[in-house]
Structures are given as C-alpha cells and as structure tokens.
C-alpha cells in the first residue's frame, strides 16, 4: 500500500460514464488512518490532500475544531477528525490535511495519512457491528467495507457535519 505523500493531491472522480450500472454498484473511496485505524470516505467529497499547514486557532470554539488555514485566499475550517470521533491520536508534522466539498462548503480534516483511493462494490460494505460503534461515534458510520482481509470504517459525512455551525464557515 503506497501512501499518497505528494504536497498537495488533487482528488478526481474516474468513474465510467456510458455504464450507469456500474455506477449503481461501486463507489470510490479515498482510505485514510487515524489512530490506527482504517478509514474511508467516497470520494466524491474529497477536493484534496494537502500537507499540515499552519492553523489559526479560533478562541472559544469546539474542541475538535482546530482553527482555520488559508487555502488559495478561502478560509478553510480545520477539524481534528480523532477528537471529531472520540478517538486518541497523537499530534504530528506527519499528518495530512484532507479537505472535502460537503454540501457546497469546504471543511478540513486533521488525518494522520492517506494511503489509496479504492473502487468498491456494494455487495462488500456491510452494517457497521456493535464493536466498532462503540469504539468511535456509531452515527457517523454507514458501514464497513471488506476489502481483502482489511475492514474499512466508511463515513457518513453528511451526517457528521449535518447539523454543525463550523460548516457553514467554509468557502464553496
């Protein structure tokens, strides 16, 4: 597995466009560690990966809300998806920025690497057990995938950032 470790990795989709049934039956999915742990989320929220860069805090905010970079003159907020998640993770100049389009507005996510950008089919992603769920937050999870032997946590995004004020912040 080859971590993807260039400055800034633009993401885009690459999927068939004259065989719609193939679209019904798989998903791309951007991989990525905390803690860890394997995570994935569809890569159709994914703008980019981008090196840590140098975040302005933002007094009295969340906890899980780091503050704000500059990416390109937008304003981008900043999340520590481990502490977003109720995870432990260890603060490092290793980590990665993944920044993700959702609903129209920018969020950055504090993640350790990210490792591969996988196709899988639909059949393969199966109801999130009782285990994982209570090991991080169990409503921001739409299932796992089996990949090989690996299990894939695969995120709801729309769900995690649903109802929460710092998405509105961000640039479209």
Request: aromatic content about 4%; overall charge negative.
């Amino acid at each position: 597995m080859s971590e993807l470790s260039e400055a800034s990795i633009k993401i885009h989709e690459s999927k068939p466009e004259d065989n719609d049934e193939i679209l019904d039956e798989e998903t791309e999915f951007v991989m990525f560690k905390v803690a860890e742990e394997e995570f994935g989320i569809d890569v159709k929220f994914v703008k980019e990966i981008i090196k840590m860069d140098v975040i302005t805090r933002i007094p009295n905010s969340k906890l899980y809300l780091k503050g704000v970079i500059n990416l390109r003159g937008g304003i981008v907020p900043i999340v520590d998806f481990a502490q977003r998640m109720g995870m432990d993770d260890i603060e490092s100049d290793e980590n990665h920025i993944m920044v993700l389009d959702i609903n129209k507005k920018q969020i950055g996510l504090i993640v350790k690497s990210a490792t591969e950008v996988v196709l899988l089919d639909k059949q393969n992603i199966k109801p999130a057990p009782a285990i994982i769920t209570k090991k991080v937050k169990g409503e921001y999870i739409s299932g796992v995938g089996l990949i090989d032997s690996r299990l894939i946590i695969i995120l709801d995004l729309e769900i995690m950032f649903k109802d929460d004020q710092l998405i509105g912040t961000g640039q479209a």
